[in-house]
């Protein structure tokens, strides 16, 4: 999203924060909902009019209730990403990497009913995460204030999570064996960008191919009974997506620019997500 609303010269600072929420649902499986909050800070430097370094530090809080009290758990995570990008006439490019410094699924609990009786069982565990975007486009159609053209792009994420054992060897108390979720999504659309008075309007469509789509497992025991063990399997996100883009930025003094996008993401069947990202630039 700072991307989108461009940099300034010389060195530049940006911040972004926000705050959501999610509803979750798997058939007649499982149902969750989380509230969710991040915040993101930054620095850019601009080399010359064609290329921009930088990078950035993310924080970002999670916490999932799974419906008719069955359980919860807490995560968080610390971000860390450098990018870069580069502007020649009509042609653009970037690429952004991130990596976890410290992801944490804590606070764990299972409710489990017997009978009459309710046991709570818990436990805690780490995660390690990567993820990979580049990006490329030309304006292929120019008309005085009016750009458009099409773009490219390829995103790769990858999120392994430890196992863990619930304590205590009751026999509800369980084991999870790691897990792992690759994401290898191809994505191909339009864009446009018209100059509208001291800023510039931003909008973008595009299809995205999950090329990475084959089904996981999960493994769990019993800890009173060792050995024990049962998998659930093709376990599966969406295999597509659109996507939706839609932005202004202006500049309101000459070392300040402020911006806001909207984003829409849909999926396979009611998968859907939505963010409005509203963000401050200071050049100096």
Do not use: C
């Amino acid at each position: 999203t700072q991307m989108d609303m461009g940099f300034g010269t010389g060195w530049s600072f940006f911040a972004n924060g926000g705050m959501g929420g999610q509803d979750l649902e798997t058939g007649q499986a499982w149902k969750a909902s989380t509230d969710d909050a991040g915040f993101l800070i930054g620095t850019a430097w601009r080399m010359d009019r064609n290329w921009v370094f930088g990078g950035a530090l993310e924080a970002a809080y999670s916490q999932a209730d799974f419906a008719r009290n069955l359980g919860s758990f807490d995560a968080n995570s610390a971000l860390l990403s450098a990018f870069v990008d580069y502007r020649h006439d009509s042609y653009f490019a970037s690429a952004i990497f991130s990596v976890g410094l410290n992801s944490s699924l804590d606070d764990v609990e299972r409710v489990v009913a017997l009978g009459n009786a309710v046991r709570v069982e818990r436990g805690s565990t780490n995660s390690d995460v990567y993820a990979l975007k580049a990006l490329a486009g030309a304006s292929l159609i120019s008309h005085g204030d009016f750009q458009a053209g099409p773009f490219v792009s390829i995103n790769y994420q990858s999120v392994d999570v430890d196992g863990y054992r619930e304590k205590g060897q009751r026999s509800t108390a369980m084991n999870f064996a790691s897990q792992d979720r690759d994401s290898l999504l191809l994505e191909a659309g339009l864009f446009a960008d018209y100059r509208l008075g001291s800023g510039n309007l931003h909008g973008a469509v595009s299809y995205e191919g999950e090329l990475k789509d084959d089904g996981r497992s999960v493994a769990a025991g019993l800890n009173s009974l060792p050995g024990s063990s049962f998998k659930l399997y093709d376990i599966e996100g969406s295999s597509y997506f659109w996507t939706l883009n839609l932005g202004y930025s202006a500049s309101v003094s000459e070392s300040v620019s402020l911006g806001i996008n909207y984003a829409l993401w849909e999926g396979e069947g009611d998968s859907r997500d939505q963010a409005v990202n509203v963000g401050i630039n200071v050049d100096f």
